[in-house]
Nanobody, 117 residues
Framework: QVQLVESGGGLVQAGGSLRLSCAASVSIFSINTMGWYRQAPGKQRELVAFITRVDDTWYTDSVKGRFTISRDNAKNTLYLQMNSLKSEDTAVYLC???????????WGQGTQVTVSS
């Protein structure tokens, strides 16, 4: 069974930065798409960003220019660099992978990001 383990979340002031990491228990070299979702209290789960095997990326409009997704296939790790954080970025961030039909088949447990204003 594939495990995705997130780290790097925490409490940060508005305007600050965090870098999330997601370590996979298997090789991600051949996995086409890896991504990050987030779940805020009382809101629907939202796709934040994804990256393909050839490093094509996509971001939801609210994080464009502030967040950067990247992957290190040699380390089997996915990253999300988050800059200029806002209170509305507060959520549990979930690492995902191995998309099929537009939906991920792998999910991590999530890491809490809290941005204080």
């Amino acid at each position: 069974q594939v495990q995705l383990v997130e780290s790097g979340g925490g409490l940060v002031q508005a305007g600050g930065s965090l870098r999330l990491s997601c370590a996979a228990s298997v090789s991600i070299f051949s996995i086409n798409t890896m991504g990050w979702y987030r779940q805020a209290p009382g809101k629907q789960r939202e796709l934040v960003a994804f990256i393909t095997r050839v490093d094509d990326t996509w971001y939801t409009d609210s994080v464009k220019g502030r967040f950067t997704i990247s992957r290190d296939n040699a380390k089997n790790t996915l990253y999300l660099q988050m800059n200029s954080l806002k209170s509305e970025d507060t959520a549990v961030y979930l690492c995902t992978g191995d998309y099929y039909g537009g939906a991920p088949r792998w999910w991590g447990q999530g890491t809490q990001v809290t941005v204080s204003s």
